[in-house]
C-alpha cells in the first residue's frame, strides 16, 4: 500500500448508528449483499466508532453525531451526499458515505455500491453480477460526492404490467406482482437517486406495495388514469360513471380530492414520440410526465422508442426555462427500457452528453455502455438494430435482419421471423418475436 492508497478488505468495520431509520438499513442490506459479492464475506457492522481500531473504516448513515463534522458543509442541499476518503477524529483514514437528509444518506450507500464495489444499478434487471476482486483500492483524494439533484421529484410508472404480473406473481393476490419483485424496482429506482413512484396501474391505497414504496424512503404519486387518487377503473357500481352525462358527479369527487392537497404543479404531458406538449408554453416550477415505451399507433409499451438525444434535448429545454419541479417516467415493465430510462435518472441534464447523443458519436456511447451493462463483447448486431430504430426507418432499411440474427442467437435473445428490413415497430407488427 502506498501512502496515496486507501484499502478496503473484508475485515475493514462499517459504523452504522442504531437509530437510523429503517429506508437506510434497507439500502444497507443491500449494500452488504454487493459487499458479500466484490470482497467475499459480510460485513463487520458496529454502531459506534470503535476504541482499539487503527486501520481503515467506513461510516454509513446521516444521524449520528460522528458524521456531522464529516458530512458539512457539502451536504446542505437536499438529498445531496458525501462519498470521500478523510480522516476521522481518531486520526483514521475513513471513507465518509453519508447524507444530509434521509435519501441523501441512501443514495451514498448506493453509490459507494456503484463507485467502489463496481455493481450496476441495473445489475438485477441486465443479468450483470459483480466480479470477486478480495480487495479494494481508493486514492486518499477519491471523491464521489454529489449535491442536490437537478428536479426536485424523479421518479417511474410501472405502468402496464404485462411482464412483470407473469414473470413474478403475487403468491398472495394482492398486487399486481409479488411484493418481492416490487422491492427489486424500488432499490433500482434509488441506485438511480429516484425519489417517486407511481406503483402500478390500477392500485388501491391500501395495496402493500405502496406500504413498502414507503418504507424503502420513495414519495408516492398518481397518474392520468387514477386523476388526483381516484381509481375511475374501480368505480361503485351504484354510481353513473360518464363526464359527458353526469359531469357534475366527476367534478364533485375531483372537488374532493384537491381539497386534500396544498398546493399542486403544473405537468406536462409528451407526445408518445418524445416530443413534450407544453409548444414553448414552459415555465418555472413546472414538470413533465414523460414515456420511453406507449402502446399507440405507431409502438408498443414493450419496446423504447425515443432517441436518448431527444430526451437530453427536451429536458434540457425544461431544465432552462426552471421546470425542474417534477419529471415522472413511464417505464412499462422496466427492464425492456433501460437505455432510455438511464437517460433520465443518472444523466439528467449534463451538456456535454446532450451533445454526444446529438452527434454520430451517440452509436459509440450507445455500444460501449451496452457491453458495460451486459457484460458481453459480441452484441455488435444487436446495438445496431438498436441504434437503426432510433435513427428512424429510413436509416433501418439499411440494416439487414439476416445479417443481425447470428447476433442474437447465444446471448439475451434471438430474433424469429420473416427477414424484412423494417422498421423495429413494424418488424414487432410483422410477427417477430425475441426471446
Same mark, same amino acid.
Given at each position: 500500500?502506498?501512502?496515496?492508497?486507501? #484499502?478496503?478488505?473484508? *475485515?475493514?468495520?462499517?459504523?452504522?448508528?442504531?437509530?437510523?431509520?429503517?429506508? @437506510? %438499513? &434497507?439500502?444497507?442490506?443491500?449494500?452488504?449483499?454487493?459487499?458479500?459479492?466484490?470482497?467475499?464475506?459480510?460485513?463487520?457492522?458496529?454502531? %459506534?466508532?470503535? %476504541?482499539?481500531?487503527?486501520?481503515? @473504516?467506513?461510516?454509513?448513515?446521516?444521524?449520528?453525531?460522528?458524521?456531522?463534522?464529516?458530512?458539512?458543509?457539502?451536504?446542505?442541499?437536499?438529498?445531496?451526499?458525501?462519498?470521500?476518503? &478523510?480522516? *476521522?477524529?481518531?486520526? &483514521?483514514?475513513?471513507?465518509?458515505?453519508?447524507?444530509?437528509?434521509?435519501?441523501?444518506? @441512501?443514495?451514498?450507500?448506493?453509490?459507494?455500491?456503484?463507485?467502489?464495489? +463496481?455493481?450496476?444499478?441495473?445489475?438485477?434487471?441486465?443479468?450483470?453480477?459483480?466480479?470477486?476482486? +478480495?480487495?479494494?483500492?481508493?486514492?486518499?483524494?477519491?471523491?464521489?460526492?454529489?449535491?442536490?439533484?437537478?428536479?426536485?421529484?424523479?421518479?417511474?410508472?410501472?405502468?402496464?404490467?404485462?411482464?412483470?404480473?407473469?414473470?413474478?406473481?403475487?403468491?398472495?393476490?394482492?398486487?399486481?406482482?409479488? /411484493?418481492?419483485?416490487?422491492?427489486?424496482?424500488?432499490?433500482?429506482? /434509488?441506485?438511480?437517486? +429516484?425519489?417517486?413512484? #407511481?406503483?402500478?396501474?390500477?392500485?388501491?391505497?391500501?395495496?402493500?406495495?405502496?406500504?413498502?414504496?414507503?418504507?424503502?424512503?420513495? @414519495?408516492?404519486?398518481?397518474?392520468?388514469?387514477?386523476?388526483?387518487? /381516484?381509481?375511475?377503473?374501480?368505480?361503485?357500481?351504484d354510481v353513473p360513471f360518464s363526464y359527458s352525462k353526469h359531469p357534475e358527479i366527476m367534478e364533485r369527487y375531483w372537488r374532493t380530492c384537491i381539497a386534500a392537497y396544498k398546493d399542486w404543479e403544473v405537468v406536462w404531458p409528451d407526445d408518445g414520440s418524445g416530443g413534450i406538449r407544453d409548444n414553448g408554453r414552459v415555465g418555472a416550477g413546472q414538470g413533465t410526465y414523460y414515456h420511453t415505451m406507449m402502446l399507440n399507433h405507431q409502438g408498443n409499451q414493450l419496446t423504447e422508442m425515443v432517441n436518448p438525444g431527444r430526451i437530453y434535448h427536451e429536458l434540457g429545454r425544461f431544465t432552462r426555462a426552471g421546470a425542474t419541479e417534477y419529471f415522472l417516467v413511464n417505464v412499462s415493465d422496466e427492464r425492456p427500457s433501460r437505455e432510455t430510462s438511464r437517460s433520465f435518472i443518472r444523466k439528467r441534464t449534463d451538456p456535454a452528453v446532450v451533445r454526444l447523443c446529438r452527434s454520430q458519436r451517440f452509436a459509440e456511447m450507445t455500444h460501449r455502455e451496452s457491453q458495460e451493462a451486459t457484460g458481453h463483447r459480441k452484441i455488435d448486431g444487436p446495438i445496431k438494430l438498436l441504434i437503426a430504430g432510433f435513427r428512424g426507418p429510413a436509416a433501418f432499411r439499411a440494416v439487414s435482419l439476416v445479417d443481425l440474427r447470428p447476433a442474437f442467437r447465444g446471448h439475451h435473445h434471438q430474433l424469429h421471423g420473416p427477414t424484412d428490413p423494417r422498421s423495429p415497430r413494424a418488424c414487432l407488427a410483422a410477427g417477430y418475436r425475441l426471446e
Open positions: 500500500m502506498t501512502e496515496t492508497t486507501m #484499502v478496503l478488505t473484508v *475485515d475493514t468495520p462499517w459504523v452504522v448508528a442504531a437509530d437510523e431509520p429503517e429506508a @437506510i %438499513q &434497507r439500502a444497507l442490506a443491500d449494500v452488504k449483499a454487493d459487499w458479500y459479492k466484490v470482497l467475499g464475506r459480510m460485513p463487520v457492522v458496529l454502531t %459506534q466508532p470503535p %476504541q482499539s481500531w487503527t486501520g481503515s @473504516i467506513i461510516y454509513f448513515g446521516t444521524k449520528a453525531p460522528w458524521l456531522k463534522e464529516m458530512l458539512t458543509p457539502q451536504t446542505s442541499g437536499p438529498e445531496s451526499f458525501v462519498l470521500r476518503v &478523510r480522516t *476521522d477524529r481518531a486520526g &483514521r483514514t475513513a471513507l465518509v458515505a453519508g447524507g444530509g437528509d434521509l435519501r441523501g444518506a @441512501i443514495y451514498a450507500a448506493y453509490a459507494l455500491s456503484e463507485e467502489v464495489l +463496481g455493481v450496476d444499478p441495473w445489475y438485477y434487471w441486465v443479468d450483470k453480477e459483480p466480479a470477486f476482486r +478480495g480487495r479494494v483500492e481508493l486514492r486518499k483524494d477519491f471523491d464521489r460526492s454529489s449535491g442536490a439533484p437537478t428536479f426536485r421529484y424523479r421518479g417511474w410508472f410501472i405502468n402496464d404490467e404485462d411482464l412483470l404480473s407473469r414473470f413474478a406473481p403475487d403468491p398472495l393476490r394482492e398486487n399486481i406482482f409479488s /411484493l418481492e419483485m416490487w422491492d427489486r424496482v424500488y432499490e433500482t429506482l /434509488l441506485r438511480l437517486r +429516484g425519489n417517486m413512484v #407511481v406503483p402500478g396501474t390500477f392500485n388501491l391505497p391500501d395495496e402493500r406495495c405502496q406500504e413498502l414504496a414507503a418504507r424503502r424512503g420513495l @414519495i408516492l404519486n398518481m397518474h392520468h388514469i387514477n386523476v388526483l387518487g /381516484l381509481v375511475t377503473f374501480r368505480w361503485p357500481e
